[in-house]
């Protein structure tokens, strides 16, 4: 393909290692947002323990 007197040279390897790459990148970025909700999950956890054992330590 010709661009202003320039030769553009689209290598269709090169598209499939940037879609690729682009994938992984979401598939990551999904992840690290399970593990954030996962973790937030865990501390509601601890504090609910905490404060139910602590009401049963003070009665």
Request: glycine share 6%; hydrophobic share 35%.
């Amino acid at each position: 393909m010709k661009f202003g007197g320039l030769c553009v040279c689209v290598c269709v390897s090169d598209i499939d290692q940037q879609e690729k790459r682009l994938e992984e990148e979401e598939a990551e970025a999904q992840l690290n947002m399970e593990l954030t909700e996962e973790v937030a999950h865990a501390k509601m956890a601890r504090n609910l323990r905490n404060k139910i054992h602590g009401n049963c330590i003070d009665k």
